[in-house]
């Protein structure tokens, strides 16, 4: 059993000049069963942050959708 690190606070950015989408957490949190406190997100990456499981889907290119 993989031990979960401590919950802190994540932030999710999106850095325009690349479209690509970072989580930066000040505690480490789990991006594919690995800690870390800094990565660049892909599609499909699955992120842990306390008790919470999030997976990362970017539909940057799909335009914006009206909400159901």
Known sequence: ERSTPPAGK???VKDPRTASF???SDAPVMVNNRPTQRRTLRPGDVLRIG??????DDR???GERPPK
């Open 10 to 12: 994540a932030t999710v």
């Open 22 to 24: 970072t989580v930066i």
């Open 51 to 56: 008790e919470a499981t999030i997976v990362f």
């Open 60 to 62: 940057s290119d799909e």
